[in-house]
T-cell receptor
């Protein structure tokens, strides 16, 4: 079982819709969770970080964490074509020296 | 300001060349990282420096040699690379290497080995 798994893409949504990106992780020692956005040919850009159970909202983005279910998600409301990118879920595990474990990424396409 | 800078943006080198990648941050971060990313794959950790000391080496071949001259600078020295080493090389930094610290990535160096 992979340590961090993301729903396989590509995910296609119409402009204005809600995009839902999911991520599960296997290590219960995981303590911090990150969503990065990566445009083709560019470097990862931090979208959200979340550390405790519940929801965290920032503009059109909402991260949700459920440690009991080992599940973290990212919702993008009012999706725009500029949101088209690969979204990487990353998990930091306690006592691993800062090592981030990445999922394989989900490619999102927002159609006008 | 969460800026990490990397030079050069692009690098083409032959298998016998020696070159260096540079990374700089002025956020006062004490942990710095090198990642390698191939197309359609997530970043793979190569090295971690914490307080200017190498703390993690993910079994990287010796043709890659990291160096941390001071808390703001991180270098990656390249020698006798192979074509399969062609990739996007990313530098990142964080406040510390504790689990809760966010890593911020630089723009990367696109390396092509001929």
């Amino acid at each position: 079982q992979k340590e961090v798994e993301q729903n396989s893409g590509p995910l296609s949504v119409p402009e204005g819709a809600i995009a839902s990106l999911n991520c599960t992780y296997s290590d219960r020692g995981s303590q911090s969770f990150f969503w990065y956005r990566q445009y083709s040919g560019k470097s990862p850009e931090l979208i959200m970080s979340i550390y405790s159970n519940g929801d965290k909202e920032d503009g059109r983005f909402t991260a949700q964490l459920n440690k009991a279910s080992q599940y973290v998600s990212l919702l993008i409301r009012d999706s725009q074509p500029s949101d088209s990118a690969t979204y990487l879920c990353a998990v930091n595990i306690y006592n691993q020296g800062g090592k981030l474990i990445f999922g394989q990424g989900t490619e999102l396409s927002v159609k006008p | 300001d969460t800026e990490v800078t990397q030079t050069p943006k692009h690098l083409v080198m032959g298998m016998t060349n020696k070159k260096s990648l540079k990374c700089e941050q002025h956020m006062g971060h004490r942990a710095m990282y090198w990642y390698k990313q191939k197309a359609k794959k997530p970043p793979e950790l190569m090295f971690v420096y914490s307080y200017e000391k190498l703390s993690i080496n993910e079994s990287v071949p010796s043709r890659f040699s990291p160096e941390c001259p001071n808390s703001s600078l991180l270098n990656l020295h390249l020698h006798a690379l192979q074509p399969e080493d062609s990739a996007l090389y990313l530098c990142a930094s964080s406040q510390d290497r504790e689990g809760s610290d966010t890593q911020y990535f630089g723009p990367g160096t696109r390396l092509t080995v001929l």
